[in-house]
């Protein structure tokens, strides 16, 4: 590994590249404004952080890079791809807070890839050809300006995290599509701050679903189709409209971090609310029971 990140540096220190056998070379944090073509010297890199300076474009030779399998572009100003990137083997491609205002055709033939981030960039839509990604497993898409919900995602059957909050731009708030139900290996899903009213019922099938966020937004009672998540391990629900949790609640048997700041609750009581998720299970099936004893 060679790391040089953090060091102010404008340009890459040349005795950087008579180190042929650098598996790992890290720049981030630095004021680069380019990558000299030498970094083809590197034959054996395989990881390659770049993330947090001032490049607009990177050099063709990096599509030379036989064993790169991680490249970290964050944070710069890089609108395009060089044409040979498709040739790479990329695992992990990491493009958020960039200028990309499309997905580079050169990303939909990395088949190899795994991780794709590329949240907070001035998207509109997502390419159809994104579905040739069949490995893909996780995908930030947040914070871009789609104009409404990008269904291409729902053609990778994969994905296991989908990351995808603040996703609504100039369009009007546009509702979760019904066939969200066909990821039915996601275990992660977040939606959060995207003006959302209701989940589709099809959100009950994705059995693998331990985390969902649905925070930020306009729920004003929690969504009866999440009562069938029975892997659930993690709600978050802050700040939307619900005034009441429902007893059906005790259906998620697997929950222990239920987040529910800022909603105007006032059932179960607030004191009960204070003292956590525990609490507010233990309450919610007391109150069950005392309802089936009564009857």
């Avoid at 599509?63 to 990137?85: Q, R, V, W």
């Avoid at 599509?177 to 099809?202: H, T």
């Avoid at 009866?224 to 892997?231: E, G, K």
């Amino acid at each position: 590994t060679i790391d040089l990140s953090g060091k102010g540096l404008t340009s890459v220190p040349a005795e950087v590249f008579d180190n042929r056998d650098i598996e790992r070379l890290v720049l981030s944090n630095n004021r680069l404004t380019t990558i000299p073509e030498e970094i083809g010297q590197l034959q054996k890199l395989r990881e390659l952080k770049l993330d947090n300076n001032l490049l607009t474009q990177l050099p063709e030779a990096i599509t030379t890079l036989p064993n790169l399998n991680h490249i970290d572009l964050s944070k710069n100003s890089i609108d395009t791809l060089p044409a040979g990137f498709s040739k790479l083997t990329l695992h992990r491609l990491h493009l958020h807070n960039n200028k990309f205002k499309e997905i580079p055709e050169e990303v939909c033939s990395l088949l190899q890839l795994h991780t794709f981030s590329v949240t907070s960039n001035p998207l509109k839509y997502l390419p159809d050809n994104i579905s040739q990604l069949t490995g893909l497993r996780t995908m930030y898409i947040g914070r871009c300006q789609f104009l409404e919900f990008p269904r291409q995602v729902l053609q990778l059957e994969g994905l296991q995290e989908l990351y995808m909050g603040t996703w609504t731009g100039k369009g009007k708030p546009s509702p979760v599509p019904e066939d969200i139900g066909r990821l039915k290996n996601l275990q992660v899903l977040d939606l959060q701050n995207s003006s959302l009213a209701s989940l589709p019922d099809s959100v009950g099938e994705l059995m693998q679903l331990r985390h969902l966020n649905i925070s930020a937004n306009k729920f004003t009672s929690v969504p009866d189709s999440i009562m069938n998540l029975s892997n659930l391990e993690k709600l978050n629900m802050s700040g939307n409209r619900i005034s009441h949790l429902p007893l059906t609640l005790i259906r998620l048997a697997k929950l222990k971090d239920m987040g529910i700041s800022e909603n105007p609750l006032t059932y179960p009581p607030p004191d009960v609310c204070r003292i956590g998720t525990a609490a507010i299970m233990d309450f919610l099936r007391r109150k069950l029971k005392e309802k089936e004893d009564g009857m």
